[in-house]
C-alpha cells in the first residue's frame, strides 16, 4: 500500500447517508462457481460476533484470560484528550517495515507536526532486540539534529504496534513479533526499558525521556478522541489489525492501577490472534491455510492473515492459480512471476477495485508485468472479481468486529477512530463497512467512523502529554 502518512480526502464519514454505489463485477460462470465458496454470509457474520464477545469476556476475566486468545490487555489509558492538551512532544511510531520519528506541536484546538519516515532494514527485523533498537535510537539522533533539538528534552511517546503485556503507562512487556518481525532475543522484557538502554547507548537519554508506550491501536483512538468526545473504539487495518476500546474498570480484571476518577480504562484487544484456537475454522479457506503454513509464525495470527494488507494480494495470487489450474482463467495458463509468492502485491488490488468498470488500464499494466499474455476482456473482468471477493471479506470480518465492540460499550452514539494503509486507500473499504455495519450494529445505536489524520504518532504525544 501507499505511504500511510498521505491523508484521505474525508477524514470522517458519517452512517446517516443514503445506501451507496459499491461497484460489484459479474464473473463468468467457472470462477464465480471456484470463488462461491469465499464469500461470506451474514449468518456467518453472526455466529463470528458471538465468538468474539466470548473471547472479550475470556480476556477481561482473571480467571479466563491466561487462556484466552483474545488477551484484553489493560493499556492503563484511563482518561481521554480534552483537546486543550498543550506543549511540545516526540512521538516514535514502530510498527512496520518503516517507522516514524515525529515532533508534535500542540496548542488549544490545534497541532503542527513534523515527521520523518526510516526505514527498517530486514536483517534489523529478523536479528537481535540489541540492534533493531540501536538502529532506532541512530534514526532518532538523526531527526533531533536535523530539528535542531540538540539542546531540549522532550518526552517521548512510544507507540509500539506489536503485541505486548502492558505494566504501566510507561512499562510494557513484548509478548511476541508479528509482521514479518522475529528478534525473539528480548521477547518477556520491557521495550521502554529495551529503548531507554539504546538511547543511553547512543547518547541522546537526556534529550528523550520515555515517558508513555502505547500501541497504535490506541493512538489512533486517542488522536480521533481530540477531536469526538464519542471515539471510544479503534481500529487498525493495515499490514497487520488490532482493535482496541473503552471498557468500565469494575469489567477490566486484570486492571491493577488506581482509578484516577473515570472509572474507565482503554482495552487493547490483540484481535489479529482472534481464531488462534480454531474458532475460526469455519470461515477460513484452503489458501487461508496456505497462507498461515507459509509464514513466519505458522498457527498465529489468523484473523489478521484473513484480513490486513501483509496478506491480501497473496490471498487473491493464489485464488488466481487456483482459477488458473481449473480451466477458469488465462487459457488455464500461468506465469513464472505469478507463481512466485508474494508476487501479486496488496496494492493491486486497491489500483484494479479503482477503475471504473468496464475499464482496464491498470489491470492491464499489471497483469503485463506479471508476465501474462493474450488477457482477454473476461480475464480482467474475473481477476477483478477475485480481488472483490478477498476485499469484501476482510471488510465485512472488520464490520462484524466493530459491530461487537460498539455493543461491548454500551453507549448510545460511538465514533470509531480507524488508520492503516487498507482502509485509506482501498477505494471501496470504507463503504463496504457502512453497508455491512448498518446491518451488524445494535438498531438504535448511532456511528460513524473517523479516518485518523496523522497516523497514531499524534495519539502518542497525547499520551506522553498526560502522563508528563
Same mark, same amino acid.
Given at each position: 500500500?501507499?505511504? /500511510?502518512? *498521505?491523508?484521505?480526502?474525508?477524514?470522517?464519514?458519517?452512517?446517516?447517508?443514503?445506501?451507496?454505489?459499491?461497484?460489484?463485477?459479474?464473473?463468468?460462470?467457472?470462477? !464465480?462457481?471456484i470463488?462461491?465458496?469465499?464469500?461470506?454470509?451474514?449468518?456467518?457474520?453472526?455466529?463470528?460476533?458471538?465468538?468474539?464477545?466470548?473471547?472479550?469476556?475470556?480476556?477481561?476475566?482473571?480467571?479466563? %484470560?491466561?487462556?484466552?486468545?483474545?488477551?484484553?490487555?489493560?493499556?492503563?489509558?484511563?482518561?481521554?484528550?480534552?483537546?486543550?492538551?498543550?506543549?511540545?512532544y516526540?512521538?516514535?511510531?514502530?510498527?512496520?517495515?518503516?517507522?516514524?520519528?515525529?515532533?508534535? &506541536?500542540?496548542?488549544?484546538?490545534?497541532?503542527?507536526?513534523?515527521?520523518r519516515?526510516?526505514?527498517?532494514?530486514?536483517?534489523?527485523?529478523l536479528?537481535?532486540?540489541?540492534?533493531?533498537f540501536?538502529?532506532?535510537?541512530?534514526?532518532?539522533?538523526?531527526?533531533?539534529?536535523?530539528?535542531?533539538?540538540?539542546?531540549?528534552?522532550?518526552?517521548?511517546?512510544?507507540?509500539?504496534?506489536? @503485541?505486548?503485556?502492558?505494566?504501566?503507562?510507561?512499562?510494557?512487556?513484548?509478548?511476541? +513479533?508479528?509482521?514479518?518481525?522475529?528478534?525473539?532475543?528480548?521477547?518477556?522484557? &520491557?521495550?521502554?526499558?529495551?529503548?531507554?538502554?539504546?538511547?543511553?547507548?547512543?547518547?541522546?537519554?537526556?534529550?528523550?525521556?520515555?515517558?508513555?508506550?502505547?500501541?497504535?491501536?490506541?493512538?489512533?483512538?486517542?488522536?480521533?478522541? +481530540?477531536?469526538? @468526545?464519542?471515539?471510544?473504539?479503534?481500529?487498525i487495518?493495515?499490514?497487520?489489525?488490532?482493535?482496541?476500546?473503552?471498557?468500565?474498570?469494575?469489567?477490566?480484571?486484570?486492571?491493577?492501577?488506581?482509578?484516577?476518577?473515570?472509572?474507565?480504562?482503554?482495552?487493547?484487544?490483540? +484481535?489479529?490472534?482472534?481464531?488462534?484456537?480454531?474458532?475460526?475454522? !469455519?470461515?477460513?479457506? @484452503?489458501?487461508?491455510?496456505?497462507?498461515?503454513?507459509?509464514?513466519?509464525?505458522?498457527?498465529?495470527?489468523?484473523?489478521?492473515?484473513?484480513?490486513s494488507?501483509?496478506?491480501?494480494?497473496?490471498?487473491?495470487?493464489?485464488?488466481?492459480?487456483?482459477?488458473?489450474?481449473?480451466?477458469?482463467?488465462?487459457?488455464?495458463?500461468?506465469?513464472?512471476?505469478?507463481?512466485?509468492?508474494?508476487?501479486?502485491?496488496?496494492?493491486?488490488?486497491?489500483?484494479?477495485?479503482?477503475?471504473?468498470?468496464?475499464?482496464?488500464?491498470?489491470?492491464?499494466?499489471?497483469? /503485463?508485468?506479471?508476465?501474462?499474455?493474450?488477457?482477454? /476482456?473476461?480475464?480482467?473482468?474475473?481477476?477483478?472479481?477475485?480481488?472483490?471477493?478477498?476485499?469484501?471479506?476482510?471488510?465485512?470480518?472488520?464490520?462484524?468486529?466493530?459491530? *461487537?465492540?460498539?455493543?461491548?460499550?454500551?453507549?448510545?452514539?460511538?465514533?470509531?477512530?480507524?488508520?492503516?494503509?487498507?482502509?485509506?486507500?482501498h477505494? %471501496?473499504?470504507?463503504?463496504l463497512?457502512?453497508?455491512?455495519?448498518?446491518?451488524?450494529?445494535?438498531?438504535?445505536?448511532?456511528?460513524?467512523?473517523?479516518?485518523? /489524520? &496523522?497516523?497514531?504518532?499524534?495519539?502518542?504525544?497525547?499520551?506522553?502529554?498526560?502522563?508528563?
Amino acid at each position: 500500500m501507499a505511504d /500511510e502518512s *498521505t491523508l484521505h480526502p474525508s477524514h470522517k464519514r458519517s452512517c446517516m447517508c443514503r445506501p451507496l454505489n459499491i461497484p460489484r463485477t459479474k464473473p463468468t460462470n467457472e470462477v !464465480y462457481s471456484i470463488m462461491k465458496d469465499f464469500n461470506v454470509t451474514d449468518d456467518d457474520l453472526k455466529k463470528y460476533m458471538k465468538l468474539l464477545m466470548a473471547d472479550l469476556h475470556k480476556g477481561l476475566a482473571k480467571a479466563t %484470560h491466561a487462556k484466552s486468545i483474545v488477551k484484553c490487555y489493560p493499556t492503563y489509558i484511563q482518561d481521554l484528550p480534552s483537546g486543550q492538551e498543550v506543549g511540545r512532544y516526540l512521538a516514535l511510531d514502530l510498527g512496520g517495515t518503516n517507522f516514524r520519528v515525529i515532533m508534535v &506541536d500542540l496548542q488549544k484546538n490545534h497541532f503542527e507536526m513534523t515527521s520523518r519516515t526510516f526505514v527498517i532494514p530486514n536483517e534489523k527485523m529478523l536479528g537481535s532486540g540489541k540492534d533493531l533498537f540501536d538502529h532506532v535510537a541512530a534514526c532518532l539522533h538523526l531527526f533531533i539534529m536535523e530539528q535542531k533539538l540538540n539542546d531540549e528534552c522532550l518526552p517521548l511517546g512510544f507507540t509500539y504496534s506489536f @503485541p505486548l503485556i502492558q505494566k504501566a503507562i510507561d512499562r510494557g512487556i513484548i509478548e511476541r +513479533w508479528t509482521k514479518g518481525f522475529k528478534c525473539d532475543d528480548i521477547i518477556g522484557e &520491557d521495550v521502554v526499558k529495551v529503548l531507554q538502554e539504546a538511547l543511553v547507548r547512543k547518547g541522546i537519554n537526556k534529550n528523550v525521556i520515555v515517558k508513555a508506550v502505547i500501541n497504535d491501536t490506541a493512538g489512533t483512538l486517542i488522536a480521533c478522541a +481530540w477531536k469526538s @468526545p464519542y471515539c471510544k473504539v479503534g481500529l487498525i487495518v493495515g499490514t497487520g489489525t488490532n482493535a482496541c476500546y473503552v471498557e468500565k474498570q469494575q469489567n477490566a480484571e486484570m486492571f491493577d492501577g488506581a482509578n484516577h476518577g473515570s472509572g474507565l480504562v482503554l482495552i487493547n484487544c490483540e +484481535w489479529g490472534a482472534f481464531g488462534d484456537d480454531g474458532c475460526l475454522n !469455519y470461515l477460513r479457506k @484452503p489458501e487461508d491455510i496456505d497462507i498461515d503454513k507459509a509464514s513466519i509464525n505458522p498457527g498465529k495470527q489468523l484473523h489478521e492473515k484473513m484480513i490486513s494488507g501483509m496478506y491480501m494480494g497473496e490471498l487473491v495470487r493464489l485464488l488466481i492459480l487456483k482459477c488458473v489450474k481449473g480451466g477458469a482463467i488465462f487459457g488455464g495458463k500461468s506465469s513464472s512471476e505469478l507463481n512466485q509468492k508474494d508476487k501479486f502485491l496488496t496494492k493491486y488490488v486497491s489500483d484494479i477495485e479503482s477503475e471504473k468498470l468496464g475499464t482496464y488500464d491498470k489491470s492491464k499494466a499489471i497483469l /503485463e508485468s506479471l508476465g501474462l499474455k493474450n488477457i482477454t /476482456e473476461t480475464d480482467f473482468q474475473n481477476v477483478r472479481y477475485i480481488c472483490e471477493c478477498v476485499s469484501r471479506r476482510a471488510a465485512f470480518m472488520c464490520s462484524a468486529g466493530l459491530a *461487537t465492540l460498539i455493543k461491548k460499550t454500551e453507549e448510545k452514539r460511538v465514533t470509531v477512530g480507524i488508520d492503516g494503509s487498507v482502509y485509506r486507500y482501498h477505494p %471501496h473499504f470504507h463503504n463496504l463497512m457502512m453497508e455491512k455495519m448498518k446491518q451488524l450494529v445494535t438498531p438504535g445505536v448511532v456511528f460513524d467512523l473517523m479516518l485518523s /489524520e &496523522d497516523g497514531s504518532g499524534r495519539g502518542a504525544a497525547l499520551t506522553a502529554a498526560s502522563a508528563s
